[in-house]
């Protein structure tokens, strides 16, 4: 009998044998729009932030996600906002391509306006302690920071389909990156580091009161999606040395917390992370997400050294999925899940996400490919 999504998850997160390889995966909104014009989804229009995805209206908001219509057997819920302020972003110049704008943190991002991508950062207006201290009493926990509407009817749908529910939130370098900007960040780790201790342990301590707010109304998860883009296509952005100095303790901090609810850690960083996941490991991350083929996080080679330690998620190169040659599509999965099934501790997902150019028909031949390859041996 076949396992549920739950059960499937839970499983290959404890590194026991599963019916078959669990699937998750991520589209780019381009892609996503794509898709939603060829399958029968029902639309419920902005996510209301105003300001997260400023060349357009945010595909999360559907009442329907694509995780459930390829009926995959994790989905996130939560996703607290931490911006300091909740107002309209300011805009400061715009062409036909892009719009440069001021968000409620202070940063002036320049946006495309008609595809998704990582925005040019032009200026931070927290850029001091003193500045820091002059808005840090806006950084506190409160309802008004999850978009409820989109996220309690999906949680229910969850609970009510079996799947794995992740609380999805973002982690301490993610958040101060999104204040500070990585130079000023960076560079003041090395000059003033007492602030960077400070602001680190600020927003720390206000992500794990909402988890506290979030379970307090009543969304209990089964595991947790924690989002930093920590590292490029050679290596984090730090030296192993501050990771262990700057990150490590809110790191743990964040994690202790989510082991305490029995909830596994599937920590998500693009880029090269390799010198530092045994850090990563020890500061309580169980799964890695989603081991970028570019950046040399190759299964092949992850696995044999880490896989009675972490589990995968991830590491099927998403440039090879947008060439939709499916023979080549199929062998990269061959390889990439035989690296990692006999682990067992590996879930499917894009090395990325899933690119505009992959067609429907393309991503479908890939989860089909994935459930035959997938199957475990009984």
């Given at each position: 009998?076949?396992?549920?999504?739950?059960?499937?998850?839970?499983?290959?997160?404890?590194?026991?044998?599963?019916?078959?390889?669990?699937?998750?995966?991520?589209?780019?909104?381009?892609?996503?729009?794509?898709?939603?014009?060829?399958?029968?989804?029902?639309?419920?229009g902005?996510?209301?932030?105003?300001?997260?995805?400023?060349?357009?209206?945010?595909?999360?908001?559907?009442?329907?996600?694509?995780?459930?219509?390829?009926?995959m057997?994790?989905?996130?819920?939560?996703?607290?906002?931490?911006?300091?302020?909740?107002?309209?972003?300011?805009?400061?110049?715009?062409?036909?391509?892009?719009?440069?704008?001021?968000?409620?943190n202070?940063?002036?991002l320049?946006?495309?306006?008609?595809?998704?991508g990582?925005?040019?950062h032009?200026?931070?207006?927290?850029?001091?302690?003193?500045?820091?201290?002059?808005?840090k009493?806006?950084?506190?926990?409160?309802?008004h920071?999850?978009?409820?509407?989109?996220?309690?009817?999906?949680?229910?749908?969850?609970?009510?389909?079996?799947?794995?529910?992740?609380?999805a939130?973002?982690?301490?370098?993610?958040?101060?990156?999104?204040?500070?900007?990585?130079?000023?960040?960076?560079?003041?780790?090395?000059?003033?580091?007492?602030?960077?201790?400070?602001?680190?342990?600020?927003?720390?301590?206000v992500?794990?009161?909402?988890?506290?707010?979030?379970?307090?109304?009543g969304?209990?998860?089964?595991?947790?999606?924690?989002?930093?883009?920590?590292?490029?296509?050679?290596?984090?952005?730090?030296?192993p040395?501050?990771y262990?100095?700057?990150?490590?303790?809110?790191?743990?901090?964040?994690?202790?917390?989510?082991?305490?609810?029995?909830?596994p850690?599937?920590?998500?960083?693009?880029?090269?992370?390799?010198?530092?996941?045994?850090?990563?490991?020890?500061?309580?991350?169980?799964?890695?997400?989603?081991?970028?083929?570019?950046?040399?996080?190759?299964?092949?080679?992850?696995?044999p050294?880490?896989?009675?330690?972490?589990?995968?998620?991830?590491?099927?190169?998403?440039?090879?999925?947008?060439?939709?040659?499916?023979?080549?599509i199929?062998?990269?999965?061959?390889v990439?899940?035989?690296?990692a099934?006999?682990?067992?501790?590996?879930?499917?997902?894009?090395?990325?996400?899933?690119?505009?150019?992959?067609?429907?028909?393309?991503?479908?031949?890939?989860?089909?490919?994935?459930?035959k390859?997938?199957?475990y041996?009984?």
């Amino acid at each position: 009998m076949p396992m549920t999504s739950k059960e499937r998850v839970a499983r290959v997160l404890a590194h026991q044998q599963p019916d078959r390889v669990p699937i998750y995966d991520k589209f780019w909104f381009e892609t996503e729009a794509r898709f939603r014009q060829d399958i029968p989804l029902p639309r419920d229009g902005d996510d209301g932030t105003g300001q997260s995805t400023a060349w357009g209206k945010s595909p999360a908001a559907e009442s329907c996600t694509l995780w459930e219509y390829f009926d995959m057997d994790l989905c996130e819920v939560a996703w607290p906002d931490y911006r300091l302020r909740f107002t309209p972003p300011e805009v400061l110049e715009e062409t036909d391509e892009w719009i440069s704008q001021r968000d409620g943190n202070w940063a002036v991002l320049r946006w495309w306006k008609h595809k998704m991508g990582t925005p040019e950062h032009i200026e931070f207006g927290i850029n001091t302690p003193e500045r820091w201290a002059e808005v840090k009493h806006l950084i506190t926990a409160g309802k008004h920071r999850v978009r409820w509407d989109e996220f309690k009817p999906l949680y229910r749908r969850g609970r009510e389909q079996n799947r794995f529910l992740l609380y999805a939130t973002v982690e301490p370098f993610e958040m101060i990156k999104d204040v500070l900007g990585h130079e000023i960040m960076l560079r003041s780790m090395m000059k003033q580091p007492e602030w960077i201790h400070d602001i680190f342990g600020t927003y720390t301590e206000v992500a794990v009161q909402m988890l506290e707010l979030t379970e307090a109304e009543g969304m209990v998860c089964d595991g947790a999606f924690v989002y930093g883009d920590m590292a490029y296509n050679t290596g984090p952005f730090m030296s192993p040395k501050h990771y262990r100095e700057f990150l490590y303790p809110y790191h743990k901090r964040m994690m202790d917390e989510f082991h305490r609810r029995g909830m596994p850690v599937l920590y998500h960083s693009d880029g090269d992370l390799r010198m530092v996941l045994d850090d990563l490991i020890s500061a309580g991350v169980n799964v890695i997400n989603p081991l970028e083929v570019k950046a040399n996080m190759d299964l092949r080679e992850l696995a044999p050294r880490f896989g009675d330690r972490l589990s995968f998620c991830g590491g099927i190169d998403a440039r090879i999925l947008a060439t939709n040659d499916l023979d080549q599509i199929r062998d990269e999965i061959r390889v990439k899940m035989e690296a990692a099934m006999p682990y067992r501790g590996y879930i499917y997902h894009s090395d990325h996400s899933v690119l505009p150019d992959t067609s429907l028909a393309t991503y479908r031949a890939v989860l089909d490919e994935v459930r035959k390859v997938g199957t475990y041996a009984s």
